[in-house]
């Protein structure tokens, strides 16, 4: 990640991360998350894989699809980076697409990049 300027590393973490939600949800939550992760969904902040993996399974989310709108990032000492993602979410295919925005800190480890930190919030209006 050292290498990668932080714009190059945003774009190529949503792109995985947002196909990788749409494709296998419990290989996803295990790429993404470690036990000591946290995630503000709305105002429901959870952590650890089990808890982020049964928000990010529940059934309202099941059919979810991201079309990613920006990307934004800064480096963090320590090795981190901060992320910050604006699109457009739909649930199903009848319902009308709404404005989300999410950001992450994340970090690598012997696993891959993952998320320390997460962050998720609906964008009404």
């Known amino acids: 990640m050292e290498s990668l300027a932080p714009e190059e590393i945003a774009a ?12 296998d949800r419990k290989s996803f939550v ?9 995630l503000t969904f709305e105002s429901n902040t959870l952590q650890g894989v089990q808890a982020i993996g049964q928000k990010w399974t ?8 991201h079309q990613v709108t ?6 963090v000492p320590g090795g981190f980076v901060i992320v910050l993602v604006t699109g457009l979410i739909q649930l ?12 992450f ?4 480890d012997d696993k891959g990049v993952f998320c320390n930190n ?8």
């Open 12 to 23: 190529q973490f949503a792109a995985k991360y947002y196909a990788d939600f749409q494709s």
């Open 30 to 38: 295990e790429y993404f998350y470690r036990e000591h992760s946290t």
């Open 58 to 65: 529940e059934d309202f989310l099941k059919t979810a699809k």
């Open 70 to 75: 920006t990307t934004n990032a800064q480096r």
């Open 92 to 103: 199903t295919e009848s319902d009308a697409p709404m404005n989300f925005t999410q950001s």
């Open 105 to 108: 800190l994340i970090s690598m």
């Open 118 to 125: 997460d962050l998720f919030k609906l964008v009404y209006g």
